[in-house]
């Protein structure tokens, strides 16, 4: 299915990932290939949302008579799973050779990863079938985008719900008056009513700080759409009979906060829209490395889209053999190079012995010590995630328009995270010239991590 345009060896080798693969080289050798034949075919995709959203996306393809043709439907299909999880939709629109055409449709009905992409984009987040439509006549893009946040008049909690601690903040005009992280495990409970209690107790500690409560803003790692809960990887362990309550649980919380203002929205967004009011500046794409990986984008114009940025789902390594994610059982997808997930993986290359069963956050806070004592072996852990980055920066700007990339979350803490930019840095200048110019890599201290992103989630409702 794959070819050598699409596996492409890098100039710059992740120290412990040496099969590693970039998908923006593949991608960007491919169209170059395809087009030196002066008969490349084009190739129209377009996604649609339950709003009537439609997003347009072009690329090029070999003729059938040509022998890399046999990498056609790698590569659409690969381009297909980046544009539902950066983009988000029910209905993939495709104009292009019919029999590819139809091989996408058979990809989402019949193997499990097309199912698991068919099923999430279509019942679970915008509760329609989901379908592949082959067609010249593809609906003009069209697309809305709302101001974000930046609300920040009255007396306002803030929250931020991770896989491993679940954060609250008080603030009062634009100011942080308290904040408090609190570790939770929230994966395996199936008690909707402990989730809501545990959010609850959260919203309680930061109230006590506020003369009153005028408004709640909060992110959490999945997908919500009008403050229901779509997806979301933190409910996991709530079993089906009760996943309507899971649905409602903000629209629930934000009744017993006596409708006030309250809005949730993803936590990749909130990064990102953290970083923009930080920097003062737009076009900012947010990358948060945690428990999972989290993404969010703020426009040009300082506004976000309808877009989902849910990226731990999309794949930046065209290797064959590409670690799998274990939601989807996709490979080579983002949440294994750009989360705690990563860091647990490299641990064996990397030659660190440690308990099988620790938890991913204690590997974490094991190779951060580490790292701390001047041991190379974390080192090296660190430096392949920076590749990773590098690579997965190049391929998101096919995707994106940006000009600073926020990157922050636990895995970037200390010493470490500053050699994954480091790194991220020269495979820029090496491999993509033109993009290190006009790309400024962006981490908060820790102080604007903790405030910034408490007081861009307080920012969200307006009042």
Known sequence: MTN??????????????????????????????AKATKQAVPARLALEQADGS??????????????????NFFHIERLVKFLLWSRGGFRV????????????QKYFRETATGKFDADTMGEKIYSKPFEVVLTKDIPAARASTTPLGRHLNGCRIGFDLGASDR???????????????????????????????????????????L??????????????????????????GVPAASAQRVADIFLELKAAWKNIPFEVVNDGEVTALAGSMALEDNAVLGIAMGSSQAAGFVTPEGNITSWLNELAFAPIDYNPGAPKDEWS?????????????AVGRLLKPAGIECPADEPLPEKLKRVQRLMEAGDARAQKIYETIGVYLGYGTAHCANFYDFKHVLVLGRVTTGHGGEIIVQRAQEVLRAEFPALAKKTRFDMPDEKEKRHGQAIAAASLPAI
Not at 10 to 30: C, E, S, T, Y
């Open 4 to 33: 050598n345009a699409l596996i492409q060896l890098p100039k710059i080798f992740p120290p412990l990932d040496p099969d590693f693969r970039p998908a923006a080289l593949g991608h960007r050798m491919f169209i170059k290939r």
């Open 54 to 71: 439609v997003f347009h996306f072009n690329t090029f393809l070999f003729t059938e008579d040509k022998p890399e043709a046999a990498g």
């Open 211 to 236: 003369p009153r409560v005028d408004a709640i803003g909060g992110s959490s790692a999945g997908v919500y759409v009008n403050n229901r809960v779509r997806v979301a990887s933190l409910f996991r």
């Open 329 to 341: 059982g996709d490979r080579g997808c983002g949440v294994q190079y750009f989360s705690q997930q």
């Open 93 to 104: 629109y495709f104009d292009g050779p019919a029999a590819l055409g139809a091989l996408l």
């Open 167 to 209: 954060k609250a903040a008080a603030v009062m005009d634009g100011k942080v008056v308290f904040s408090e992280e609190t570790v939770w495990n929230p994966v395996p409970q199936s008690d909707p009513q402990w989730h809501f209690d545990q959010i609850m107790d959260s919203l309680k500690q930061a109230a006590k700080h």
